[in-house]
């Protein structure tokens, strides 16, 4: 009996350190409304994130009009919103997220929660806020 244990407790830590941050993620806002959908992806040794879907109906079609450069008024669909974060141990950190509402870039760090649930931070000096996105 005790062997079978072990086997299974080794089992299902290797399954949830097998699980990744890379994939879709719905966004939930700190007020729980559910906001789109966000890809994941690695491209270069760095980690990316990018809208791929807007889920409030009357956002589908909004354009970044807070956004600075190329992007300044081009659709949120497509954005992308996690930039250049690097895997440092249990975390993904050392690049930026965009808030395009706000028009803000905050330093990001990201991190499995469990292996349905991705903790982002971002951070503003000292100050920091952290919403918690679901796997898709």
């Avoid at 949120?76 to 141990?89: A, N, S, T």
């Avoid at 706000?102 to 991705?118: A, D, E, S, V, W």
Wanted: include cysteine; charge should be positive.
């Amino acid at each position: 009996m005790r062997i079978i244990l072990i086997f299974y407790l080794l089992f299902s830590t290797q399954f949830l350190f097998s699980q990744t941050i890379f994939g879709k993620w719905k966004t939930v806002d700190r007020y729980g409304v559910e906001k789109c959908i966000i890809e994941i992806y690695k491209e270069n040794n760095k980690v990316f994130g990018k809208i791929v879907d807007i889920l409030v109906e009357t956002e589908k079609k909004s354009l970044c009009v807070k956004c600075k450069g190329i992007e300044k008024d081009q659709p949120v669909l497509g954005l992308i919103l996690i930039k250049e974060l690097e895997k440092d141990g249990k975390y993904y950190r050392n690049g930026t997220i965009f808030d395009p509402e706000h028009g803000q870039t905050f330093r990001c760090r990201i991190t499995l929660t469990n292996k349905n649930t991705l903790q982002v931070r971002g951070y503003l000096s000292f100050l920091y806020a952290t919403q918690y996105w679901k796997r898709v």
